[in-house]
């Protein structure tokens, strides 16, 4: 959608053009869109009639850029993408909560140093968007709902930074991984031991006193 999006904004646009925009908006960091993968993916659509090359041009020894507007079909597919993303709700994908469900796998040390670098990478990545947004760059060369977008950003960076520190807090006080309910409940013994052998505590096995 970025790239069908960009395109119909910039129409008659080079696919060199796209490119540089999409870099200058970080989108390879927040919308999975590869600088390297931008005129592969131009050639796909205007294979799959959402673009159509409208003119090639060469300067001197350079490479030919080849020029790209939206089709009608193109401006259809657009607007179903655009309304799709618009109305519903998806859980974005997150390394780190994959990785933040095996949290008993690492000693309580470890996961709360961890988090607490979280924090402060998250923090500083506050004070970076934040920079932005304040700039010349973001005021003036921008429309204004880029400004709204930088402030969504740091709404949730500075709301995820929060959350670590707490978090490591917990973890720090020692509080159970596991509610009384699942403490000797079946299927859950190798969490038990593996938790409690990374707090060096030593499970009595019944027969063995």
């Known amino acids: 959608m970025m790239i069908l999006g960009l395109v119909r904004w910039m129409q008659p646009v080079h696919g060199y053009d796209v490119r540089r925009e999409l870099l200058s908006w970080s989108a390879d960091e927040w919308a999975n869109v590869q600088p390297g993968s931008i005129y592969h993916a131009l050639r796909k659509l205007t294979e799959e009639g959402l673009l159509r090359e409208v003119a090639t041009e060469q300067v001197g020894a350079r490479p030919a850029r080849t020029t790209y507007e939206v089709t009608e079909k193109g401006e259809d597919e657009f607007e179903t993408l655009l309304r799709d993303m618009w109305w519903r709700l998806r859980t974005p994908v997150d390394p780190f909560a994959a990785a933040f469900s095996f949290l008993p796998a690492l000693p309580r040390e470890e996961a709360s140093?961890?988090?607490r670098n979280r924090a402060q990478l998250l923090r500083a990545a506050h004070e970076s968007m934040r920079a932005s947004l304040d700039s010349d760059w973001v005021r003036k060369s921008k429309p204004v709902h880029v400004g709204w977008m930088f402030e969504l950003w740091l709404a949730r960076a500075e709301a995820e930074a929060?959350?670590?520190?707490?978090?490591?807090?917990?973890?720090e006080s020692g509080v159970s991984y596991l509610p009384e309910e699942l403490?000797?409940?079946?299927?859950?013994?190798?969490?038990?031991e593996q938790t409690e052998r990374l707090?060096?505590?030593?499970r009595e096995v019944p027969g063995n006193e």
């Open 162 to 171: 929060g959350w670590c520190e707490r978090i490591a807090e917990r973890i």
């Open 199 to 202: 707090a060096g505590v030593d």
């Open 183 to 192: 403490s000797e409940a079946p299927g859950w013994e190798a969490m038990r």
């Open 113 to 115: 140093a961890a988090l």
